[in-house]
């Protein structure tokens, strides 16, 4: 069924070209009656000679409005609109939508209400509305790449009052092109960071008496949830419309039904809620301050803190103007293990003392009548090392004034904090290691199969076989090193094996030996009734090599490396010591070694990437931060302790593995070695690769093998050839990241055609990570580098 647009009204969609060439025309019309009339009245009173004058001077005026009109209505822009009736009536149905014609230069040449809605002014060109942060390069390549025809897209701010983000989409219609301005949700990230306080986060803050609240950037609280309610005796109430932060944050006021402002002092932490790096909000969370003095007392000029508060968990103490203690609340003496305060000691003992000038310095002011706006951070003189933050206020007593310190413990939160810096800074270096070793990948996969190309048209006693062979060995290292980089970032294909730990370090041992020299002595010490592991063993092999090298690196010139290795279960005090050990049976190994030592400082940072105390030229810093890697991505963890001058022991833990019944059968079967294999073969194979040098060496190789080899440049290109070629494509051979269309989508149009298409991927990324995003499609992957033996196995396999 046919739906009829309502017919556009001329005044909302015409502008000022269309209304000018009417005039024109309408000038032409006149001028040609208003000169014939003339020369006839002149013809009447002075002749032919002065009625030809007049007649010809009218006649020039009125060619002159001709041509005039002429040149505007050929004009494209006007075309486009006297041409597209039907894009014009669209105009005025799509009345909830900001819609723009205008021409390829940026004319605006008709547009709806709703456009007209956003301006105060008649817009004449589009470049009117884009506000001062696009670059007029950006919108030069957007209104190009919009005039060749295709889609394009680009966003930004509409230069008005409101300065409303938007995204503008284009798309040419003959000589015209046509805007949609589509607005941008900018609340949407305060709604997202709402939805992400889960109800088991909304518990656990109400039984710890914590609250959280969410604010846009004005100020006004959206969301509140935790004890808050229960703060105000609301208990189980939203009454977030009622609640504002006052006082730098310091103060939450309620204003009740009854419009009586009632307030609790607060510790919070807030963070910011952004969108596009711009803040729109704010999460934030606290902790009521003000209960703490509820629960202070006078009594015969004492303080006294009731037993409630003495079991709360935030610790209090009321000192002097020294510094003495006058009372403190059990959760001090407890949290503070070590520190064996009393009344009458001084808190000053609890302090570290490189903060205690800061810290005494605040309270003298307190005494000076001044009160502190922020907490003071401080780092606790007990062992193992501490740190909170200490919150300051006053009372009286009998009219002599006291300091009230409120102490919170912050080390679990500093220690998560340096935890998510470290995860993240890992993750972006990772990111760029994997974007590396993509790029170095295809070169090496040029390198390595041309000498092999090379090395079939030299035997072994040709003077140029040895430097081809020198070129592929130099080309295999460098594909290590790539391997190690990514394992770094922990973006290796990983090909686990169920192995004996035993087994593997007993082929390793004659390398280490080698690797640590003569002057300091190997022992490898075997564990009793150790279970299998299911790790890639070349990958185990080279994390054992990065421990044992830094720790030869680590004692001068002889010493002892011993390598143990343990059954341990989940009540080991290594699995206790640590809490993101998950409990469970592991294969600990311990790399031991009598060297310098790490000193305290440098112990957080061994595992950060390029982190090194070696000499320039001497390490690269990727050793540890690959074992890491490595480790991680094997389901295991890795720890190090270490005594300055004593020595250091590294802690690998590998998840104990209980073979299933089909392992265990294949683990009794002897593998024997595959013959020689023919790897000429027939068929006809598409090789899609955008790296030029890895296309030839493929193309080659496959040719010299017998097949039958069509190339392609692109996806797009790739498919056009599977289309047009009249014969039977057995094979595709495709690149996974390509420009525009890449391999996953020239495979999906592919198999519409060719269902049963057998496709190999080719990636400089790690398998995993390919898989992840073709979980559903069948395939066979190839890495890069490969060589021309590798290449043939494969196609060889599949067809046949």
């Known amino acids: 069924m046919e739906t009829r647009l309502p017919q556009p009204k001329l005044e909302n969609i015409s502008n000022g070209p269309i209304r000018t060439e009417t005039k024109l025309l309408l000038w032409v019309f006149v001028g040609f009656s208003s000169g014939t009339g003339v020369a006839l009245l002149a013809l009447l009173v002075s002749g032919w000679e002065t009625a030809s004058v007049v007649a010809g001077i009218c006649l020039i005026a009125t060619a002159l409005s001709l041509v005039q009109y002429l040149h505007r209505i050929d004009k ?3 075309k486009a609109i006297l041409h597209n009736a039907n894009l014009v009536r669209s105009l005025s149905g799509m009345h909830d939508k900001a819609i723009v014609v205008a021409s390829l230069e940026g004319d605006c040449l008709a547009s709806n209400d709703a456009f007209d809605a956003l301006f105060s002014t008649k817009i004449w060109n589009l470049r009117d509305v884009v506000d001062d942060e696009i670059e007029d390069g950006d919108w030069v390549g957007f209104l ?112 009740g039904n009854d419009h009586k402002k009632n307030s609790v ?11 596009d790096g711009q803040d729109v909000g704010f999460i934030h969370f606290l902790t009521r301050l003000d209960a703490a003095l509820k629960h202070v007392v006078q009594v015969d000029s004492e303080f006294i803190i009731d037993a409630i508060f003495d079991e709360a968990p935030l610790s209090v103490a009321i000192v002097s103007e020294d510094c003495s203690i006058k009372e403190l609340n059990a959760s001090l003496k407890s949290h503070m293990a070590g520190a064996d305060l009393d009344t009458g000691d001084s808190i000053l003992s609890l302090i570290h003392k490189d903060d ?44 002599e004034k006291y300091v009230v310190l409120y102490i919170n413990d912050t080390t679990q939160e500093k220690s998560l904090e340096r935890q998510f810096v470290q995860a993240q800074k890992m993750q972006a270096v990772g990111q760029l290691a994997g974007g590396v070793a993509h790029d170095f990948n295809n070169l090496l996969t040029a390198i390595i199969g041309f000498c092999d190309l090379l090395l079939v048209r030299h035997d072994a006693g040709d003077q140029s076989f040895s430097d081809i062979i020198q070129i592929k060995q130099n080309a295999n290292r460098a594909a290590n090193l790539v391997r190690q980089l990514l394992a770094f970032s922990r973006q290796q294909t990983l090909r686990p094996k169920v192995l004996m730990i035993t087994d593997i370090l007993a082929e390793l041992s004659n390398l280490l030996r080698r690797l640590i020299g003569e002057r300091i002595n190997l022992k490898v010490i075997h564990g009793r009734d150790l279970k299998p592991v299911k790790v890639d063993q070349g990958q185990l092999e080279q994390v054992i090599i990065n421990l044992a090298v830094n720790a030869r690196d680590a004692m001068d010139e002889s010493g002892e490396l011993e390598i143990r290795t343990s059954l341990i279960g989940p009540d080991h005090e290594i699995v206790n010591k640590y809490d993101i050990v998950t409990p469970d049976e592991y294969i600990m190994v311990q790399v031991i070694d009598d060297g310098c030592g790490i000193s305290k400082d440098n112990l957080g940072k061994i595992f950060e990437p390029f982190f090194t105390t070696k000499e320039v030229g001497q390490g690269t810093g990727l050793g540890l931060a690959t074992v890491y890697g490595i480790v991680k991505q094997t389901g295991g963890y890795v720890f190090a302790e270490s005594e ?29 070695e595959a013959p020689a294999r023919d790897l000429t073969g027939k068929g006809t194979i598409l090789i899609v690769e955008d790296e ?75 398998e995993d990570m ?30 046949q």
């Not at 005494?367 to 009372?395: E, M, T």
């Open 356 to 399: 205690r000038d800061e810290f005494t310095s605040i309270i003298s002011d307190i005494y000076k009548g001044r009160s502190p706006a922020l907490p003071l951070d401080v780092r606790f003189n007990v062992h193992p090392q501490r740190v909170g933050q200490v919150f300051f206020s006053s009372i009286l007593n009998n009219g």
């Open 144 to 255: 190009d790449e919009a005039s060749k025809g295709g889609h394009a897209e680009i966003r930004l701010s509409i230069d008005n009052e409101k300065h409303d983000a938007f995204v503008v989409k284009a798309q040419r219609i003959d000589s015209a092109v046509i805007f949609e301005f589509l607005p941008i949700d900018t609340d949407a990230p305060i709604k997202e960071a709402i939805e992400s306080i889960t109800p088991a986060v909304t518990q656990w803050l109400t039984e710890s008496g914590h609250g959280v609240l969410v604010s846009d950037i004005t100020g006004n609280v959206r969301y509140s949830g935790g004890a808050i309610s229960n703060w105000f005796d609301y208990a189980d109430q939203d009454i977030s419309s009622d609640l504002s932060l006052e006082s730098n944050g310091r103060k939450l006021v309620f204003a």
């Open 644 to 672: 300055v001058g004593k020595g250091t022991t590294f802690f690998l833990l590998l998840k104990a593995h209980t073979p299933s019944e089909q392992e265990a059968i294949e683990a009794n079967q002897k593998i024997e």
């Open 265 to 275: 002092d607060i510790e919070t932490v807030t963070g910011p809620i952004s969108n």
């Open 76 to 78: 494209p822009s006007v």
């Open 770 to 799: 390919v898989r992840k995003d073709l979980e559903d499609e069948d395939f066979h992957f190839l890495p890069k580098p490969f060589s021309l033996k590798e290449l043939a196995e494969n196609v060889k396999t599949i067809l």
């Open 692 to 766: 030029d040098p890895v296309r030839m060496f493929a193309s080659r190789a496959l040719t010299n093998k017998g097949y039958t080899v069509l190339e392609a440049v692109s996806g797009e290109h790739g498919l056009e050839v599977l289309i047009e070629h009249e014969g039977e494509v057995d094979l595709l051979i495709s690149d996974v990241v390509m420009p525009q269309m890449d391999g996953p989508a020239l495979v999906a149009e592919a198999r519409k055609r060719l269902p049963n298409l057998p496709v190999i991927f080719v990636s400089g990324y790690a």
